[in-house]
């Protein structure tokens, strides 16, 4: 784009003639590739990026985006610098501007949710791929700077974008849906993750629901299209949803949901879960369809059933649907694309699955079926704390313990909030009801506050139950800042 033309998307004051001046790209972080590119100087917490320009330009950038407005009336930042109010916006209404002028046919759907989010849109994307040149967020780009960046990548003949939208309170979902502007979305569930935030799941659904706020820009005789899971409290409320969504201006709304209720447009059957993936018999308006995928977990039920909605919205079949997803996981990745990774080691002895990049109330009792379901002599949790929950936060942190002790022979726990894992688990492991044990007795827990701790536990415990030829399930999970994949990456380098 034209330097002019940026200063034109983000309302930014330049000086100098520059109409000629082309920009191949927008740069955030002037370590990476930053030459003939325009350089937005971001300002977080613990960072200024404006320290960071005169490197940029030395690099090769083209320009700079400021909004130090003493610094720029200076000419600190060089002959070509735009002047902003805030560079965090300004690179949103650029990102808007160019999908805007350069992408105006492009059809666009959001998926979001509190949990699944990730997973479900790299479904959506595998089916719709399968028909158009669709493309989709990367792993880590659902927020308000991975977002914009990758919208300004977009070729401009791309047919779909499918932008994963997250967020942890009220406006963040409408800052992404202003750039994206889709037609569609999907929402996974509504859970408890960001409860601290937003104090309620009444609250949560609400921040959601931001992104029906393009059903007031379509045509008045074209609905937005909304994907929800049937099977969730308040997702399964239509008319709420309806009500909402007018709120926002989405006077028009077609509510499509997804679950294995008998109420669900798109609904799963005779639903087989195990350790190499699920079977269910789809049933949808277009009829019934065997589906078998190799995706272990139920909840990967309910995300390929959204997937499949979502096709539906694009003129995809239900069969046609099913085949991308399968073909997806098998020959695309599969779970090595998404954030939970099964890992066999020492010849298939022990199972790893690496779950560490997140956690929430919902998401870890779902991990923990998987590893249920791992054919195993012995079945093992590493567990951190769950984030973000509010006042709550010790009562859900103790039902997972609870629901680990059903689960697992072994449990080990990092983090504070994660003691009360520790502590349900035990419980429960010593209950008795009706004068029977639980499901599967559990044998004591462990817990740290280091990595190196927790591992060389879990090291004592594996190997002798591995001398003795037994084999081994392994679960790991946590919070994403608690930064479990260390656990994953030490047991894979001593295992491998």
């Excluded at 859900?396 to 909030?417: I, N, P, Q, S």
């Amino acid at each position: 784009m034209k330097f002019k033309e940026i200063a034109r998307f983000c309302g930014g004051k330049y000086s100098g003639n520059i109409t000629n001046v082309v920009v191949n790209g927008i740069a955030t972080d002037s370590r990476g590739d930053v030459n003939g590119k325009a350089f937005v100087a971001l300002v977080g917490e613990n960072f200024d990026g404006h320290n960071y320009v005169a490197a940029a330009i030395e690099k090769g950038a083209k320009c700079a985006i400021v909004s130090d407005r003493k610094g720029f009336e200076e000419g600190r930042y060089g002959r070509r610098a735009i002047l902003v109010d805030d560079t965090l916006k300004a690179l949103a209404d650029i990102a808007e501007g160019y999908l805007k002028e350069y992408l105006p046919d492009m059809r666009r759907i959001a998926v979001t949710g509190s949990v699944g989010k990730t997973t479900t849109k790299e479904l959506v994307h595998a089916v719709l791929a399968s028909e158009f040149k669709a493309e989709k967020t990367p792993l880590s780009h659902n927020n308000e700077v991975g977002l914009p960046m990758t919208a300004l990548s977009l070729d401009p003949g791309t047919e779909i974008f499918v932008a994963e939208m997250g967020m942890r309170g009220f406006g963040q979902i409408s800052y992404l849906e202003k750039i994206v502007r889709p037609e569609a979305a999907v929402i996974t569930t509504i859970g408890n993750a960001h409860l601290e935030l937003l104090g309620s799941r009444e609250n949560i659904l609400k921040a959601k629901m931001e992104v029906t706020l393009g059903g007031a820009r379509l045509p008045k005789d074209k609905p937005f299209k909304l994907i929800v899971n049937g099977d969730n409290d308040l997702l399964r409320d239509t008319e709420n949803l309806r009500k909402i969504a007018a709120g926002y201006g989405c006077e028009n709304l077609d509510v499509i949901t997804f679950g294995l209720g008998p109420t669900s447009t798109f609904r799963a059957a005779e639903t087989v879960c195990g350790e190499d993936g699920v079977n269910y018999l789809l049933i949808c308006p277009e009829g019934n369809v065997k589906v078998s995928l190799p995706i272990p977990g139920e909840h990967n039920i309910y995300n390929s059933l959204a997937a499949i909605a979502a096709g539906s919205i694009f003129g995809i079949s239900a069969s046609e649907a099913v085949e991308a997803i399968v073909n997806y996981a098998a020959h695309s990745g599969g779970d090595r694309s998404i954030r939970q990774r099964t890992v066999k080691l020492l010849d298939g002895r022990i199972t790893l699955i690496d779950d560490a990049y997140n956690a929430g109330p919902e998401s870890m009792p779902a991990s923990l079926k998987v590893l249920h379901g791992i054919k195993a002599d012995v079945h093992v949790a590493a567990l951190a704390d769950m984030v973000e929950l509010g006042p709550r936060s010790p009562e859900f942190h103790r039902e997972v313990g609870r629901t680990a002790a059903k689960y697992c022979d072994k449990l080990f726990t990092v983090g504070e909030k994660a003691l009360d894992y520790a502590k349900a688990f035990n419980e429960t492991a010593a209950e008795t009801t009706a004068g029977a044990p639980v499901a599967k007795p559990a044998a004591e827990s462990f817990a740290a506050a280091e990595f190196d701790a927790v591992f060389a536990a879990l090291q004592a415990y594996i190997d002798p139950t591995l001398e003795t030829g037994k084999t081994v399930a392994i679960l790991v999970k946590g919070s994403h800042i608690m930064e479990m994949g260390h656990i994953s990456k030490l047991i894979e380098g001593a295992y491998k």
